[in-house]
């Protein structure tokens, strides 16, 4: 599977005067199925991608991700410090411990970035429909946006900041369903 973020790249007065616009964009092939390095190398990517570059730095990152996707995060942190910043807090993110996750499923949402986790199950789906997708998915290790990793039961079953949470459900069907518009007849 790829994973591909944006970045902001300002760019130098050669780029500019030509009207050429440089591909911003990073891409990494990942396997949702492991633990170690994947997730590891979407949390970079997520910090970094919250960064603005010059085109020069910007190229050396992509290298650096792109072309060398086995090298270790500590490498790759202590490379970039205007990015990631303090060594040791960054790797405390990289490496943060699996957390619950938000809702319940199938519209359990991420921790870290509020992503949906099944992004493909909707509010609206029937029961046979919401089935398919916890089994075709049914076990996310982790966020395929910012790399989070999930914790779960002894069971199996992911573990959830709260049992049911109506606040979130509240907010997604808010988010994803617009509201019926109340007319007012004239009597």
């Keep these: 599977m790829i994973v591909a973020k944006s970045f902001t790249v300002r760019l130098d007065d050669l780029f500019a005067s030509t009207g050429e616009i440089p591909d911003t964009t990073i891409a990494i092939d990942v396997d949702p199925a492991v633990t170690y390095?994947?997730?590891?190398?979407?949390?970079?990517?997520?910090?970094?991608?919250?960064?603005?570059?010059?085109?020069?730095?910007?190229?050396?990152?992509?290298?650096?991700?792109?072309?060398?996707?086995?090298?270790?995060?500590?490498?790759?942190?202590?490379?970039?410090?205007?990015?990631?910043?303090?060594?040791?807090?960054?790797?405390?993110?990289?490496?943060?411990?699996?957390?619950?996750?938000?809702c319940m499923p199938p519209w359990s949402r991420c921790p870290r970035c509020d992503e949906p986790i099944w992004p493909k199950a909707a509010v609206n789906m029937t029961a046979t429909m919401q089935a398919k997708v916890l089994r075709d998915r049914p076990h996310p290790i982790w966020c395929l946006n910012c790399g989070q990793r999930f914790a779960y039961e002894d069971d199996r079953r992911i573990r959830m900041q709260d049992a049911v949470d109506p606040e979130a459900i509240a907010a997604d069907l808010a988010r994803t369903h617009t509201q019926p518009s109340v007319t007012v007849a004239a009597s």
């Design 37 to 102: 390095p994947d997730p590891q190398s979407v949390t970079l990517l997520h910090i970094a991608s919250r960064h603005e570059f010059d085109v020069m730095t910007f190229e050396l990152f992509r290298t650096e991700i792109e072309d060398h996707p086995g090298r270790r995060a500590q490498h790759v942190i202590e490379s970039f410090p205007a990015v990631y910043g303090d060594v040791e807090r960054a790797l405390g993110v990289v490496f943060a411990k699996p957390k619950r996750v938000k």
